[in-house]
């Protein structure tokens, strides 16, 4: 029976190799190979103990899930084979994870489990497992699962009507997600690769496949749906969906999805910026899309044609500072906006004396307080003249 109950450092070496390997895989653009993706739906199911069914390609998740509801709710199932419980949980998802847990899992004292976790006592699962899964797994999850698939999630919810909701959400519920299961699939190939569990993790060949194949996939009994990879996907350097011009992530068939730094918002306030108003911004209901909406629309511009208050004025000649004003605008079910104007006191070479305004804390009271926060630091640090 193997054994690790430790990583060597030239295993420990490996971590990057294997957060490179599944990230790209997660966030891969190019056309599904159709080929590969159908062997490996053969694959999973024969874990399954299952026939290899039909295979019905989709251009995204959501025509993936619609395309299932449809067929559900006109009586066409009949045609296509009953399913095993009505979702993959039941049928080609539960047999693999279970297979999968009795190998890499439940079978700990025969195999993958017992060489992992139980070998060395209670601290192998934090001296081996955690490790890898902080340095692989999670490392691919900011990217791949909390970015890219929670996005898509919550977006095939929004595109369709509540009363179709319930069979689309179980077709969500039901898949495997194929290239956004990276994070998870990283964790075991690192230990069937680098630890040399090839044995106890061979029934993960399926979704190992499938994840470098294609995207998700909605298996039934005698049909298995399968969805083309995203062909766009734009992230900032957070990992999180972004894209000031257009979609953070498109799929074949068109359905998209825009983004603002993580935040999921309507085509509008990426595409058109300079149609969305004062009223629009007023009545968002959305805290996060609100902010964006104000970014997108300019927060001095919005100071400006908001309505916003005069709540201190500074004069005065210290560290560059020429003089200054506080201003104050009320957001409805946020915080408010407030600003700080400053006019340098060194003129440019042009002679012109520059003019700038700064977001500030909503708790900020005076412009030598908003320009020692500037500073990183409080107004008594800062200490400039108090000159009114």
Sequence with gaps: ????????????????????????IGLRTDPAERGAAEAAIAKMYATAGLPAPKTVWCGSPLSQGLTRAILLDKNFWAS??????????????????DSVRASVGASVGDSVWDSVWASVGDSVWASVGDSVRASVGDSVRDSVWASVWASVWASVGDSVRDSVWASVGDS????????????WLAFYDYFRDVCNLHEHTEKLQGLWLLAQS????????????????????HQDESWR?????????????GFGIWAWHGVRVPQQLIESPTTITI?????????EIRRVM???????????????????????REKGLAGGKLWRTEIPGDEPLVMVELLNSTPEPTGETKHYTLRVPPDVKTVQQAVAWTFNQTEQEYAPAQET
């Design 214 to 233: 294609a995207g998700w996939a909605l298996p039934h009994k005698n049909i298995c749906w399968i969805s083309e990879r995203h062909n766009v996907v």
């Design 172 to 183: 969500v519920w039901a898949s495997v997600y194929g290239q956004h299961d990276a994070s």
């Design 1 to 24: 029976m193997a054994r690790i109950e430790r990583l060597t450092a030239e295993q420990i070496a490996r971590f990057p190799e294997f957060v490179e390997k599944w990230r790209a």
């Design 279 to 287: 009223e629009q911004i007023r009545t968002e209901q959305n805290a």
């Design 241 to 253: 969906l972004h894209c000031p011009d257009g979609p953070a992530l498109m799929y074949p068939d």
């Design 294 to 316: 104000i970014d997108r629309f300019g927060a001095e511009r919005y100071l400006r044609e908001s309505g916003a208050k005069l709540i201190h004025t500074h004069k005065g």
């Design 80 to 97: 296509v084979g009953a399913s095993v419980g009505d979702s993959v949980r039941d049928s080609v998802w539960a047999s693999v994870w």
